[in-house]
């Protein structure tokens, strides 16, 4: 029974650049959620998403940063023109509620 | 959701029970109690979580007084693997709201 799956797991990107990271759910999983955990800090919720759909997205950055979870395929967090500041370990968790979420091994983002 | 409050750190010998305190005194009657865990950078993992009762699996014992203003993550038996960072929130339902992190607890294992 596999778990949440993210890749990449590490990237780097130079500023400006886009960044595309991935999360496959655990299976029979429709909600996503992502998290982004800055340098020495907690993980703030960022979106969440069912199959289509954007719950909340109370959490996203207003400019450069937007997700989806298509009706095939996993969930994308995408970042448009990266910035230093962006630099951050994302994590993806997933659940079948009521269970409780389960996060995925995260990816780590350098921008150089 | 309410706010918690936890120690910053603590350590505990190898071996010995790990008691992990929580306070969320501004609880709702239907909020319940869940911990989650960070191993080094680990993606976070699910420890427990419980209403108004005690709650025990395989990680844990979760003890919830009966005021349910705290409660306390117990490891009964404490390795050097659960060194982490503990979390303690509250939530009223699971799977379909955003979990919320503070600072968390800081455990130490100590050989």
């Known amino acids: 029974n596999a778990g949440v799956m993210q890749n990449p797991r590490h990237l780097v990107r130079r500023r400006g650049q886009e960044a595309r990271l991935r999360c496959s759910p655990m299976?029979?999983?429709?909600?996503v959620y992502w998290y982004r955990q800055l340098p020495e800090e907690g993980l703030k919720f960022m979106v969440y998403?069912?199959?289509?759909?954007?719950?909340?997205e109370s959490g996203m950055p207003k400019e450069r940063f937007s997700a989806e979870f298509p009706k095939e395929g996993p969930s994308i967090l995408r970042i448009q023109q990266v910035v230093r500041g962006d630099s951050a370990a994302y994590f993806c968790?997933?659940?079948?509620?009521?269970?409780?979420?389960?996060f995925g091994p995260g990816t780590r983002l350098l921008v150089l | 959701d309410a706010k918690t409050t936890q120690p910053t750190s603590m350590d505990c010998a190898e071996g010995r029970a790990a008691n992990l305190p929580c306070n969320h005194s501004t609880i709702s009657g239907n909020e319940y109690v869940y911990w989650y865990r960070q191993i080094h950078s680990q993606g976070p993992q699910y420890i427990i979580h419980g209403l108004k009762n005690n709650e025990t699996n395989e990680m844990a014992s979760l003890i919830i007084t009966e005021d349910r203003k705290s409660s306390t993550l117990i490891l009964p038996h404490a390795t050097l693997r659960d060194t982490a960072v503990y979390y303690c929130n509250t939530l009223l339902t699971f799977g379909n709201e955003k979990l919320t992190f503070g600072t968390g607890t800081r455990l130490t294992i100590i050989p």
């Open positions: 299976k029979g999983h429709s909600h």
């Open positions: 998403l069912q199959k289509e759909n954007i719950i909340d």
């Open positions: 968790a997933s659940s079948s509620p009521p269970e409780t979420q389960y």
